[in-house]
Antibody, heavy 122, light 108 residues
Framework: QVQLVQSGAEVKKPGASVKVSCQAS????????MHWVRQAPGQGPEWMGW????????NYALSFQGRVTMTRDTSISTAYMELSRLRFDDTAIYYC???????????????WGRGTSVTVSA | EIVLTQSPGTLSLSPGERVTLSCRAS???????LAWYQQKPGQAPRLLIY???SRATGIPDRFSGSGSGTDFTLIISRLEPEDFAVYYC?????????FGQGTKLEIK
């Protein structure tokens, strides 16, 4: 069965960076784009971007460009999302979410990780 | 960017009732590229509907979606206790992908 296992909770200071991992199992990692979505407390989800596991190509939401980097390591079926220059309003749960398009990108999400809490606090 | 507005914000209902949730887009969502998700406290969202009306794998047939253009609807024909949650719509027609702010179903 498809599983996306994310790294543990993080607490960071403003201005720092955070890197979240998402290890996939139960399917061919290189077949499906991986998205990152965050959800601030009490808010709806917010899409951040995707990474193509084969090429490493990325597509970032404009609001995160310049601060976010999405990468992958196909040898361990793991995707990463690094967010830099953290601000207080980056406090959120960060999810990885699989795109269901097999070598295509459909841009919705059929499987999600359980989320990684990132708290930005002085 | 396409703004999705969900209504109502909160609904108080009883098990067994029928519920209709609305999602309105600020501009037309072409090819009905709209999905619905269910989220329970402390859990990730779960895909219910894609393509406005196609049920995801394993989703009970009491969930149905409809709509096109700017107006979309999620119907739960008969509420079960496990259906009380927050529901989000998401458009995937245009980047950036956007979500609505959610409708919370609570037990009356």
């Amino acid at each position: 069965q498809v599983q996306l296992v994310q790294s543990g909770a993080e607490v960071k200071k403003p201005g720092a960076s955070v890197k979240v991992s998402c290890q996939a199992s139960g399917y061919t990692f290189t077949g499906y784009y991986m998205h990152w979505v965050r959800q601030a407390p009490g808010q709806g989800p917010e899409w951040m971007g995707w990474v193509d596991p084969i090429s490493g190509g990325t597509n970032y939401a404009l609001s995160f460009q310049g601060r976010v980097t999405m990468t992958r390591d196909t040898s361990i079926s793991t995707a990463y999302m690094e967010l830099s220059r953290l601000r207080f309003d980056d406090t959120a749960i960060y999810y990885c979410a699989r795109d269901p398009g097999n070598r295509n990108s459909y841009w919705y999400f059929d499987f999600w990780g359980r989320g990684t809490s990132v708290t930005v606090s002085a | 960017e396409i703004v999705l507005t969900q209504s109502p914000g909160t609904l108080s209902l009883s098990p067994g009732e029928r519920v209709t949730l609305s999602c309105r887009a600020s501009q037309s969502v072409s090819r009905s590229f709209l999905a619905w998700y269910q989220q329970k406290p402390g859990q990730a969202p779960r895909l219910l509907i894609y393509g406005a009306s196609s049920r995801a794998t394993g989703i009970p047939d009491r969930f149905s979606g409809s709509g096109s253009g700017t107006d979309f609807t999620l119907i739960i024909s008969r509420l079960e206790p496990e259906d009380f949650a927050v529901y989000y719509c998401q458009q995937y027609d245009t980047s950036p992908l956007t979500f609505g702010q959610g409708t919370k179903l609570e037990i009356k």
